[in-house]
Every structure is written in structure tokens, then in C-alpha cells.
């Protein structure tokens, strides 16, 4: 079974960078989109960015023009670069894998929190 496994997390004040990485541990799917997912306390959980086989890739209107999405598909793992966090920012951020061939396939990580104090 794969599992996608998350690093990075941690507490940064405003201002500051983190860099969010997760590892495949297994062959994925070979047409897929990876990407983050992010639920802070009481919100529904929503899209952060995610990268598409063929590197295209797709980010949340808040994140726009702050966050960076890059893959290595030799070693199936999925990067989000944070600059200029606002404490707004602040939730658990989830890795995401889905079969874009068939959207019911994915896979979720379990999740790394940020914190992002004013």
C-alpha cells in the first residue's frame, strides 16, 4: 500500500518561510495530479495547490503569488514552498495524490500542522 509521507511543518512568525515536502512511498499513479490540502480549526478543509502530470499546476486564491508548488517525479514527491505566511495560513496541511484517470483513486497523508504567529 503506498502512503504519503509529510514533512516540514512547524512554527514560523508572519513574514517568514516554511517548506512542506511529501514522499510516496510507492509507485503512484501514472497520470496524476499531487498537491496540498489545508483545514484550520472550524473551516472546511480547502485546495492549497496542487501540480499536474505535464506541469501544469493550480493554487488556492490566497495562496497566489506567496506559495510554490514543484514535484519530482523520479522520486515521486511533492514540494509546497510558503514565503510571506500570515496567520491566517495557519492549519494542518495534508498531501494529496489522485488518478486523474479516475478521480475516485487518491490517497491522503496524514497531515503536518503550521503555525504562523503575528
Known amino acids: 500500500q503506498v502512503r504519503l509521507v509529510e514533512s516540514g511543518g512547524g512554527l514560523v512568525q508572519a513574514g517568514g518561510s516554511l517548506r512542506l515536502s511529501c514522499a510516496a512511498s510507492g509507485t503512484i499513479f501514472n497520470r496524476n495530479a499531487m498537491g496540498w490540502y489545508r483545514q484550520a480549526p472550524g473551516k472546511q478543509r480547502e485546495m492549497v495547490a496542487l501540480s499536474f502530470s505535464g506541469r501544469a499546476s493550480t493554487y488556492g486564491e490566497s495562496v497566489k503569488g506567496r506559495f510554490i508548488i514543484s514535484r519530482d517525479d523520479v522520486d515521486n514527491t511533492v514540494y509546497l514552498q510558503m514565503n510571506n505566511l500570515r496567520p491566517e495560513d495557519t492549519a494542518v496541511y495534508y498531501c494529496?495524490?489522485?488518478?486523474?484517470?479516475?478521480?475516485?483513486?487518491?490517497?491522503w497523508g496524514q497531515g503536518t500542522e503550521v503555525t504562523v504567529s503575528s
Open positions: 494529496y495524490v489522485t488518478n486523474l484517470l479516475n478521480r475516485d483513486e487518491e490517497l
